[in-house]
Every structure is written in C-alpha cells, then in structure tokens.
C-alpha cells in the first residue's frame, strides 16, 4: 500500500549530541492509526498542520497537539494518526532530555504529556514560526537552535550517567 505519511530527515545531523529529527506531513489518504515503534529516547513531537496529531496511549487516552512521550513510551503501544498534520519528531537521549525539556526523564515515566503543559506560551511560537517556515532544512535548523538554546541554559547530566547510558547503548541493553 501507499505511504500515507511523506517523512524529511536533515541534510545534516544536529550540533547537539543525542537528538535525532524527522519531519512528517499527512498526505490526506488515510485515517487509520499507526503503530509507534519504541525507542530508547524520549520523543518530542511539535505539530504546526492544519489538523491535529493524535497520539493514543496503551490505556486508550487520546492526547492531541504537540506533546513529549518518554523513554521508550512507556509499557504497551501508541498508535499515531491525524489528518492534514505536518509535525517535527525530536528524538533525545537521556543524557540531555533533561535540560532540554526541565524535567526528568524519570519524571515522565514512559506518559505522554502535552508539550503546552511543559513549556506554556512559548509553544505557540515555536508552532507559528515552523508553519512559516519554508521548508522542511529551515524548520530542522531552527528546531535545532531551539534545542541548543534551552540546553545551554540548564546543567548537563553526571558524568556516572552518562557513562551508564553509553553501557546500555552500546550492549543494546
């Protein structure tokens, strides 16, 4: 079947160490649900479409817009859908997650939480300013500073930590 989802990945990777980006726009065909596939990071999602992302968790609660998901999702699947939806996903290692997003991974404890609750008003910028971008280069590059601004502004992980999650990366477990 046909990709329902066109997906844009960076020229370049990010400057910062442990974030990964796509971008995802819905091609209107389709409005079944897709699996989210796990992984070992916490995922951010800013959505700027004309419709809402809706992410559904293991417990059946619907959560729209833009939103952080933890470390792995937590226990059982997401199922993603939306319709006319264009999204920037961040995928952050531990290491940083904290200083970029102010709470713990830890604190999420594999939820979905609304990115509104996190950040507030400046949300509603971030969504503004990628929506005007012109392009998918443009909206990674100023995702990119986003991330690098709010990491600078915060203390970095211990370095027992960090050494702990490379043991894990690395073993794949």
């Given at each position: 079947?046909?990709?329902?989802w066109?997906v844009?990945?960076?020229?370049r990777?990010?400057r910062l160490?442990?974030v990964?980006?796509a971008?995802?726009?819905d091609?209107?065909v389709?409005?079944a649900a897709?699996?989210?596939?796990p992984h070992p990071a916490?995922?951010?999602a800013?959505?700027?479409?004309?419709?809402?992302l809706i992410?559904?968790?293991?417990?059946?609660?619907?959560?729209p817009?833009?939103l952080?998901?933890g470390?792995?999702f937590?226990?059982?699947?997401f199922w993603?859908r939306?319709e006319n939806?264009?999204?920037v996903?961040?995928?952050?290692?531990p290491?940083?997650a904290?200083?970029?997003?102010g709470t713990?991974?830890?604190?999420?404890?594999?939820?979905?939480?609304?990115?509104?609750?996190?950040?507030?008003?400046?949300?509603s910028r971030?969504?503004?300013?990628?929506?005007?971008?012109?392009?998918w280069?443009?909206?990674?590059?100023?995702t990119d500073?986003?991330l690098?601004?709010?990491?600078?502004?915060?203390s970095?992980?211990?370095?027992e930590?960090?050494?702990?999650?490379?043991?894990?990366?690395v073993?794949?477990?």
């Amino acid at each position: 079947s046909a990709a329902v989802w066109d997906v844009a990945r960076p020229a370049r990777p990010s400057r910062l160490a442990g974030v990964t980006m796509a971008g995802f726009h819905d091609r209107g065909v389709s409005r079944a649900a897709h699996r989210a596939v796990p992984h070992p990071a916490v995922t951010l999602a800013v959505e700027f479409g004309a419709g809402p992302l809706i992410v559904e968790d293991a417990a059946g609660r619907q959560h729209p817009g833009s939103l952080v998901a933890g470390l792995g999702f937590g226990l059982g699947a997401f199922w993603v859908r939306g319709e006319n939806f264009e999204a920037v996903q961040v995928r952050l290692s531990p290491l940083i997650a904290r200083a970029i997003l102010g709470t713990s991974p830890a604190d999420l404890d594999g939820a979905v939480v609304s990115l509104d609750d996190m950040w507030g008003r400046e949300v509603s910028r971030i969504r503004e300013q990628l929506g005007e971008a012109s392009s998918w280069e443009d909206r990674f590059a100023m995702t990119d500073m986003l991330l690098a601004r709010r990491l600078q502004s915060r203390s970095s992980v211990d370095p027992e930590v960090a050494w702990a999650w490379h043991q894990i990366v690395v073993s794949r477990g």
